[in-house]
C-alpha cells in the first residue's frame, strides 16, 4: 500500500513528488491525465431530493457508481494555451480528489461556470465547492457524494461561503446583520461555533460578495495553518475559521491535514492554476481574524 504522502514545511521534497517544477514554491496540482487525482461518483440525483439514495423498483438502495470510474466523462482536462482546465460537467454528484494530503500550506486556483445545470437543482445557483482537510472514505455527506471536510463554497453568488462536511465542525466570528436570517463572517464579532449539533448548524456566509461577472474567471486562495484557515476571493478576504475539527462519536478531534476535492454537485464547472505552496506560519496579515 503506497503511503499518504503530506505536504511538508520542505519545498525540495515536495518538488521530488512531482513532476513539475516549483516556481517560487508553488506546486502546479493538475496535468492533462489528472494524474494526482482520484475519481468518485455518487449518484445521479433526481428532484425532489431528500437525502436518501436512489432505490431500484423493490425498494433496494442502489450501490454508488463508486471509485475509479468516470461515467459520462464527468470529469476531463481540456488544455487552453499549453494549460490544462478541468471540466466538470455536473451530470452526476461526485468528486474528484487529491492522492496525496496536505497540511499547512497556501493553496490557489481560479473557477467559472459553464452554462449546463442537472437535477435537482435546475432551479437553484450553480453550485461546486473546494474541500479541505477531507477525510476517510466518500459518501459521509447528505447527497452520499463527498468526504469528512471542510469547504470553501463556490456557488454563483456565494463564493467563500462556509459549510461543514459530515461531521466537522469550526469556529468562525460571525453576526447576523438586520434582514439576514444566517450568520455572516465579521472579524470585529463574538466567535460562533458551527457544525454538527450547533443551534446555526455548519453555515457561515462570506462577509460580501466579490465575484465577477458570470462567465470570467475567479480566482480562490485558501489558507491553511494550524487549526485555522483563511478564504480570499479575488484577493478579498471573505471567511476565516479557527479550531477546525470534527466529531468522532462523543469525541472532538482536531482537522488539520487531508486531502483536496473538488465538487461535481448539478452544475457545469471550470478549475484551472491549481498551486500549492508550503508555509511554516499564518501570514501576519490575518492574525487579526480569528
Given at each position: 500500500?503506497?503511503?499518504?504522502?503530506?505536504?511538508?514545511?520542505?519545498?525540495?521534497?515536495?518538488?521530488?513528488?512531482?513532476?513539475?517544477?516549483?516556481?517560487?514554491?508553488?506546486?502546479?496540482?493538475?496535468?492533462?491525465?489528472?494524474?494526482?487525482?482520484?475519481?468518485?461518483?455518487?449518484?445521479?440525483?433526481?428532484?425532489?431530493?431528500?437525502?436518501?439514495?436512489?432505490?431500484?423498483?423493490?425498494?433496494?438502495?442502489?450501490?454508488?457508481?463508486?471509485?475509479?470510474?468516470?461515467?459520462?466523462?464527468?470529469?476531463?482536462?481540456?488544455?487552453?494555451?499549453?494549460?490544462?482546465?478541468?471540466?466538470?460537467?455536473?451530470?452526476?454528484?461526485?468528486?474528484?480528489?487529491?492522492?496525496?494530503?496536505?497540511?499547512?500550506?497556501?493553496?490557489?486556483?481560479?473557477?467559472?461556470?459553464?452554462?449546463?445545470?442537472?437535477?435537482?437543482?435546475?432551479?437553484e445557483p450553480m453550485d461546486s465547492g473546494l474541500l479541505?482537510?477531507?477525510?476517510?472514505?466518500?459518501?459521509?455527506?447528505?447527497?452520499?457524494?463527498?468526504?469528512?471536510?471542510?469547504?470553501?463554497?463556490?456557488?454563483?453568488?456565494?463564493?467563500?461561503?462556509?459549510?461543514?462536511?459530515?461531521?466537522?465542525?469550526?469556529?468562525?466570528?460571525?453576526?447576523?446583520?438586520?434582514?439576514?436570517?444566517?450568520?455572516?463572517?465579521?472579524?470585529?464579532?463574538?466567535?460562533?461555533?458551527?457544525?454538527?449539533?450547533?443551534?446555526?448548524?455548519?453555515?457561515?456566509?462570506?462577509?460580501?460578495?466579490?465575484?465577477?461577472?458570470?462567465?470570467?474567471?475567479?480566482?480562490?486562495?485558501?489558507?491553511?495553518?494550524?487549526?485555522?484557515?483563511?478564504?480570499?476571493?479575488?484577493?478579498?478576504?471573505?471567511?476565516?475559521?479557527?479550531?477546525?475539527?470534527?466529531?468522532?462519536?462523543?469525541?472532538?478531534?482536531?482537522?488539520?491535514?487531508?486531502?483536496?476535492?473538488?465538487?461535481?454537485?448539478?452544475?457545469?464547472?471550470?478549475?484551472?492554476?491549481?498551486?500549492?505552496?508550503?508555509?511554516?506560519?499564518?501570514?501576519?496579515?490575518?492574525?487579526?481574524?480569528?
Open positions: 500500500m503506497k503511503k499518504t504522502l503530506v505536504l511538508t514545511l520542505g519545498c525540495l521534497v515536495l518538488a521530488g513528488l512531482t513532476s513539475f517544477n516549483p516556481d517560487n514554491g508553488w506546486v502546479k496540482l493538475m496535468d492533462k491525465k489528472m494524474s494526482k487525482w482520484t475519481i468518485y461518483q455518487s449518484y445521479r440525483l433526481t428532484y425532489p431530493y431528500k437525502g436518501e439514495a436512489p432505490k431500484d423498483a423493490d425498494g433496494k438502495t442502489l450501490p454508488p457508481i463508486g471509485y475509479d470510474k468516470n461515467e459520462g466523462n464527468l470529469f476531463s482536462v481540456e488544455m487552453q494555451h499549453g494549460e490544462p482546465v478541468l471540466h466538470i460537467t455536473g451530470e452526476i454528484y461526485g468528486c474528484i480528489y487529491t492522492k496525496q494530503e496536505f497540511q499547512n500550506y497556501r493553496l490557489r486556483l481560479k473557477t467559472k461556470f459553464g452554462t449546463k445545470k442537472w437535477e435537482p437543482r435546475l432551479n479541505y482537510h477531507s477525510q476517510g472514505e466518500c459518501g459521509a455527506d447528505y447527497f452520499h457524494a463527498w468526504m469528512l471536510s471542510q469547504e470553501f463554497q463556490v456557488m454563483e453568488g456565494g463564493i467563500g461561503d462556509y459549510w461543514n462536511v459530515g461531521t466537522a465542525h469550526a469556529t468562525v466570528r460571525a453576526s447576523k446583520p438586520d434582514g439576514v436570517p444566517n450568520y455572516v463572517f465579521n472579524k470585529n464579532a463574538d466567535k460562533v461555533f458551527m457544525g454538527v449539533g450547533a443551534p446555526n448548524q455548519g453555515f457561515c456566509q462570506r462577509r460580501q460578495n466579490f465575484e465577477n461577472p458570470k462567465g470570467e474567471w475567479n480566482t480562490m486562495e485558501l489558507i491553511c495553518y494550524d487549526d485555522k484557515s483563511v478564504y480570499i476571493v479575488n484577493g478579498h478576504v471573505v471567511n476565516a475559521l479557527s479550531n477546525l475539527g470534527y466529531q468522532d462519536g462523543k469525541e472532538s478531534k482536531p482537522l488539520t491535514k487531508g486531502k483536496l476535492q473538488l465538487q461535481s454537485e448539478a452544475a457545469e464547472v471550470y478549475f484551472k492554476d491549481i498551486q500549492i505552496k508550503s508555509i511554516d506560519k499564518m501570514p501576519e496579515e490575518y492574525a487579526g481574524l480569528f
